[in-house]
């Protein structure tokens, strides 16, 4: 967000959804993955379970995987609307469109946690998970095939009348991208998050033995998503990499101007 004091053009409703799911990415990275190499380390050393731990770390990674579908939900309603409704983007977002998905971005992954604890023992808890999961994944699948099915329309009648004027061609080119970048994000979300969620769709029971190798090897790139998202935005859209470029030369400026008083 920082990157909006250099890029005025980042001050849109989709970079402040893509700032919140930034928030949830910080939560894997600066909380759940030191977290998870606590438990490898009591479980390596000191022939720990860790219970304490693993506790406190299951919470905050289910937290945050429903904050980055969740987010990804949104983000995918924001474009589906940008693209079908843009003359009425503008106010949607700005009235309450935005702070209503916000809001449920993050509401959500707090419901189901405390609905898995409130739940009674007897019903399998890890169906809770994977059918709140599939149904935010549900919204993203059919929002974005409703965009990417709307975008070929569009262009199928624009290739016909040949009459649309360059800045429309200029407009198409860009929606396309952007449709394209959701759908990397889409995919490698899909390729990390789903062996993790299949793992636990089994009545309640994991597929594989808990803290095994394979789970854990599993759980590492479930995580592993929140440190890509970073790179997916910055390698497909300019304006980020423009921000990025002025943020780490202000930073590199007040290094040496230190460094030239001392």
Same mark, same amino acid.
């Given at each position: 967000? !920082?990157?909006? !004091?250099?890029? =005025? @053009?980042? @001050?849109?409703?989709?970079?402040?959804?893509?700032?919140?799911? +930034?928030? +949830?990415?910080? /939560?894997?990275? %600066?909380?759940?993955? =030191?977290?998870?190499?606590?438990?490898?380390?009591?479980?390596?050393?000191?022939?720990?379970?860790?219970?304490?731990?693993?506790?406190?770390?299951?919470?905050?990674?289910?937290?945050?995987?429903?904050?980055?579908?969740?987010?990804?939900?949104?983000?995918?309603?924001?474009?589906?609307?940008?693209?079908?409704?843009?003359?009425?983007?503008?106010?949607? $977002?700005?009235?309450?469109? /935005?702070?209503?998905?916000?809001?449920?971005?993050? /509401?959500?992954?707090?419901?189901?946690?405390? /609905?898995?604890?409130? &739940?009674?023992?007897?019903? =399998?808890?890890?169906?809770?998970?994977?059918?709140?999961?599939?149904? $935010?994944?549900?919204?993203?699948?059919?929002?974005?095939?409703?965009?990417?099915?709307?975008?070929?329309?569009?262009?199928?009648?624009?290739?016909?009348?040949?009459?649309?004027?360059?800045?429309?061609?200029?407009?198409?080119?860009?929606?396309?991208?952007?449709?394209?970048?959701?759908? &990397?994000?889409?995919?490698?979300?899909?390729?990390?998050? *789903?062996?993790?969620?299949?793992?636990? *769709?089994? +009545?309640?029971?994991?597929?594989?033995?808990?803290?095994?190798?394979?789970? %854990?090897?599993? @759980?590492?790139? +479930?995580?592993?998503?929140?440190? $890509?998202?970073?790179? &997916?935005?910055?390698?497909?859209?300019?304006?980020?990499?423009?921000?990025?470029?002025?943020? !780490?030369? #202000?930073?590199?400026?007040?290094?040496?101007?230190? #460094?030239? @008083? !001392?």
């Amino acid at each position: 967000m !920082c990157g909006s !004091c250099y890029k =005025p @053009r980042l @001050r849109r409703s989709l970079n402040y959804l893509l700032f919140s799911s +930034a928030i +949830a990415d910080l /939560l894997v990275t %600066m909380v759940c993955e =030191p977290l998870l190499v606590a438990i490898l380390g009591k479980i390596t050393f000191f022939n720990d379970c860790a219970a304490n731990v693993e506790r406190i770390y299951k919470t905050l990674s289910r937290v945050s995987c429903f904050a980055s579908v969740a987010h990804m939900a949104a983000i995918s309603v924001d474009r589906f609307i940008s693209v079908v409704y843009p003359l009425r983007y503008k106010s949607i $977002m700005e009235s309450r469109g /935005l702070k209503i998905m916000l809001t449920a971005s993050w /509401l959500f992954p707090f419901t189901v946690p405390i /609905l898995s604890v409130s &739940i009674p023992d007897s019903f =399998p808890k890890a169906l809770l998970a994977v059918g709140a999961f599939t149904f $935010m994944y549900a919204i993203i699948v059919v929002f974005y095939s409703l965009l990417v099915a709307f975008l070929v329309k569009r262009r199928k009648q624009r290739n016909k009348l040949r009459a649309h004027s360059s800045g429309n061609a200029n407009q198409s080119s860009v929606e396309i991208r952007v449709a394209f970048t959701l759908a &990397i994000v889409i995919s490698i979300f899909t390729a990390c998050w *789903f062996p993790l969620m299949i793992s636990f *769709f089994a +009545a309640g029971e994991t597929l594989v033995r808990p803290q095994g190798t394979a789970h %854990m090897w599993i @759980r590492t790139v +479930a995580l592993s998503n929140s440190a $890509m998202n970073f790179l &997916i935005y910055t390698l497909r859209m300019p304006d980020f990499r423009q921000a990025y470029v002025a943020i !780490c030369s #202000k930073v590199c400026s007040l290094i040496r101007g230190r #460094k030239g @008083r !001392c």
